[in-house]
């Protein structure tokens, strides 16, 4: 979130300068060159590089000197156990900004971390405490920016929230985003409490995870009942008060914030003796929905082979990323190989592969690295979707049938044809498809 917003707030027209402790990405970033996998984000670096309006430090003192606006963008990763926000890498930063501020300067300091309600307050009584002097506001301003998208997204936001106290913070921000909103008129800056805003952003992302929650309940509904999921889906979706985004069914959300988000906002809640019923029947469905799709998977040879090969179509958690944190693929793929210990997978991802085999160690010598989606299928029992590249629809089925031990395909995020399939003489079982 960090890089995409230093340098769509560059291309804005600012000086932005970025800090990081990692001296290699600093390092690599003032070669101009990314550091991350985000569709046009490269171009964009190479551009406001070349004219100046970034640069990047691993000098707290030296990046913030002189800013009229100093972004928070750290990590809030889950705590192991209890799943609360991990908040050291906000404090830590808070802290260390503290000493680099100037007495004679105003500065706004905008959490974009995703924080727990009350964080602004924490910051604000940190920085005062050790820098009594300085002259200061902290405000929230959540990022809703998502992953693979995320250059798309800062230039095409839906609202831009505030949560500031002091209407000089407000109106730093306001001015900060103006040609933003003046080259999208319809987009609303929203300002509200702090706390406010501080919410917004575990409810918002709390209510889409859930949405895709309820559309995957449905999908298994239609499978019993000889409905199809997308036909539904269309149905609900024009109803503007439903709305047709994020209602598309798979093997449960991933990635690095449905999850942690629902966990965080569930852990607040218990913590303020609230029932949040909804979100934690979310979480536990999820949870036990990518249980289920590995079930899926392994039942279809389950009484065929005592060895089964597996062939695995995507790894990250998404299309559009190389990112497999918390990857639904990731999980379903070693909860198979943790439930059947004599099985070995085939696995291809356009772009994951790296990131995938670093996560798989532990299992590598029954895990085989295919150079293309093709490849996968060789002496494969079942072929497995699950991650939504567009590319896996083009696969030549008729092709790999031949190449198959068994021809059992189980597509969880249904992007082949199973009509193609069934004609080709594989088993195949998709997500909502009941037949009729
Ligand atoms: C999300 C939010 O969308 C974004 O606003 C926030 O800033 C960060 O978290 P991101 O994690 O990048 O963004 O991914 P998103 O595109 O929302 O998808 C999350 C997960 O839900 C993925 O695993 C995806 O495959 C799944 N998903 C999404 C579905 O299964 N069905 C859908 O209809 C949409």
Known sequence: MGLPTGVGLAEL???????????????????????????????????????????????MSEGVKGAQVVVIAV???????????????VYEAATELASCLHNNEYTVVANKSTVPVGTGDNVESLIAKNNPDVNFDVVSLPEFLREGYAVHDFFHPDRIVVGANTDRAREVI????????????????????????????????SFL????????????????????????????????????????????????????????????ARQNNVNLSIVRATIDGNNKRIKDMATRILEVVEHEEAEPCFGILGLAFKNGTDDCRVSPAMQILQEILHRKPKSSVRVFDPEAMENARSILQPYM??????????????????????????????????????????????DCRNMLSPQKALNLGFTYRGIGLGRS
């Open 365 to 410: 010598a029954r895990v085989t690295f295919c150079d293309s989606a093709l490849e996968v299928c060789t002496g494969a029992d079942v072929l497995a979707v699950l991650t939504e590249w567009p590319e896996f629809s083009e696969l030549d089925l008729a092709q790999a049938a031949p190449m198959m031990r068994h021809q059992h395909i189980i």
């Open 13 to 59: 027209g600012h000086e932005v300068v970025c800090i990081d402790r990692e001296v290699y990405k600093i390092e690599k970033l003032q070669a101009g060159q990314v550091t991350l996998y985000e569709d046009g984000l490269d171009s964009l670096l190479q551009k406001n590089f070349k004219s100046g309006h970034i640069k990047f430090t691993t000098s």
């Open 209 to 268: 995870a859930t949405k895709i929650h309820f559309i995957n309940e449905m999908a298994d509904f239609c499978e019993c009942t000889g409905a199809d999921i997308y036909e539904v889906a269309q149905g609900m979706g024009l109803d503007k008060r439903i709305g047709k985004s994020f209602l598309q069914p798979g093997p449960g959300f991933g990635g690095s914030c449905f999850p942690k988000d629902t966990m965080a906002i569930d852990f607040m």
């Open 75 to 89: 990590g809030t990763p889950p705590h192991p156990v209890t799943h609360e926000a991990d908040m050291r890498y």
């Open 174 to 205: 306001r001015e900060m985003y103006k040609p933003l909103l003046t080259l999208n008129p319809q987009c609303t800056l929203l300002c509200v409490k702090r706390r406010s805003s501080e919410t917004i952003k575990y409810a918002a992302n």
